[in-house]
C-alpha cells in the first residue's frame, strides 16, 4: 500500500512558477513510477506527465511541454512537479500516482492516488 500527499499548490498570477510535491509513505517509494494528472472544474481527469522509477526517464503532455517538468528524490520519499510560464487553463486540480515500475511510462494506469492540491492561477 502507498500513501501519497501532495503540497504546494496554490494562488499565482499568468507567467508565474509553481513547485508542486508529492510524499509518498512506504519503503519501496524506488519501485514506482510517479505521475501527474490534473483536473478542472467541469472535466475530466487528464494526463500531465510521468517519471520512471530511477527518475531517468520523463514523458510530459503536449499541453505541458516545455513548461512543466518531474523529478524526484528517491532517498525523501517525493517527487516534484515544477510549473513555469503558468497559464489560466492550467487552473486545476492537480493529483499525484503512482504505479508499480513498468517498460513503458505510457499511458500511466495508475495503482495509487493522492487526494490532490488545488492550483489556481489568475489572468
Known amino acids: 500500500q502507498v500513501q501519497l500527499v501532495e503540497s504546494g499548490g496554490g494562488l499565482v498570477q499568468a507567467g508565474g512558477s509553481l513547485r508542486l510535491s508529492c510524499a509518498a509513505s512506504g519503503r519501496t517509494f524506488s519501485s514506482y513510477d510517479m505521475g501527474w494528472f490534473r483536473q478542472a472544474p467541469g472535466k475530466e481527469r487528464d494526463f500531465v506527465g510521468t517519471?520512471?522509477?530511477?527518475?531517468?526517464?520523463?514523458y510530459v503532455g503536449n499541453s505541458v511541454k516545455g513548461r512543466f517538468t518531474i523529478s524526484r528524490d528517491n532517498a525523501k520519499n517525493t517527487v516534484y512537479l515544477q510549473m513555469n510560464r503558468l497559464k489560466p487553463e492550467d487552473t486545476a486540480v492537480y493529483y499525484c500516482?503512482?504505479?508499480?515500475?513498468?517498460?513503458?511510462?505510457?499511458?500511466?494506469?495508475?495503482?495509487?492516488w493522492g487526494q490532490g492540491t488545488q492550483v489556481t492561477v489568475s489572468s
Open positions: 517519471i520512471n522509477w530511477s527518475g531517468g526517464s520523463t
Open positions: 500516482a503512482a504505479r508499480r515500475s513498468r517498460v513503458h511510462l505510457y499511458p500511466f494506469e495508475a495503482d495509487y
